[in-house]
């Protein structure tokens, strides 16, 4: 039939058989200590624990950019494009916060009462 004879190959010696045992050996010595190292508990809690930090450092700077945002959103209300004070707008929202700081002290005081 069509499949090559073992004629066609030289033949191997014992020192070469013994060789490429050898480094098949070697091979899967170095492939069992990676597996070992993989499996580690240690290995393994350490990418646990990298996963975690990971995650919640995106989060947090998630967290950070919206509130950074509305910050943002919130400066742009009292101040112009100049970066100038809007007094038609801070002057207002100053005696909303007093209004709300007297009305507190106000209730407080009544309940002592």
Do not use: W
Request: no cysteine.
């Amino acid at each position: 039939m069509g499949g090559a004879s073992t004629q066609d190959k030289p033949e191997r010696t014992a020192a070469q058989i013994e060789a490429d045992i050898e480094r098949t050996r070697d091979r899967l010595a170095a492939n069992l200590d990676e597996l070992a190292v993989r499996v580690h508990p240690s290995t393994i809690s350490a990418q646990v624990k990298a996963r975690a930090m990971a995650t919640v450092e995106e989060k947090a700077a998630r967290a950070y950019v919206a509130a950074n945002g509305l910050v943002e959103r919130a400066r742009a209300q009292f101040v112009d494009e100049k970066g100038q004070p809007r007094k038609e707008r801070i002057v207002p929202a100053a005696l909303v916060g007093v209004g709300l700081v007297v009305l507190i002290a106000s209730s407080r005081k009544r309940r002592k009462d």
